[in-house]
């Protein structure tokens, strides 16, 4: 099982970034897909999720209205598209694949390498 994230970087407050999760070694569309992030000093924390089917999509209070989580399983490929980027949401960025997006929140994993995003004031 492999998850690896991409497409982070350092924008401007207001900016956009699109992450990228290519996964491979299991049935993509069988599991919900995730993203998380983790701020210096503090915890990680759920952002958004997608179930497999992607017909049902949860989001952090945070980036409501900001983020959108897709995913494209033909590709096994999920992406976070990020607007109106905040001082924030600066952290480093992670996909996971939980079983749901039921206290997708919660879910414990081994964790990739993430993608570092930084948005500059």
């Known amino acids: 099982v492999q998850l690896v994230e991409s497409g982070g970087g350092l924008v401007q407050a207001g900016g956009s970034l699109r992450l990228s999760c290519a996964t491979s070694g299991f049935i993509f569309d069988y599991y919900a897909i995730a993203w998380y992030r983790q701020a210096p000093g503090k915890e990680r924390e759920g952002v958004s999720c997608a179930s497999g089917g992607g017909g049902s999509t949860s989001y952090a209070d945070s980036v409501k209205g900001r983020f959108t989580i897709s995913r494209d399983n033909a590709k096994n490929t999920a992406y976070l598209q990020m607007n109106s980027l905040k001082g924030e949401d600066t952290a480093v960025y992670y996909c996971?694949?939980?079983?749901?997006?039921?206290?997708?929140?919660?879910?414990?994993?081994?964790w990739g390498q993430g993608t570092q995003v930084t948005v500059s004031q």
């Open positions: 996971a694949a939980p079983l749901s997006c039921e206290g997708y929140e919660h879910f414990q994993t081994h």
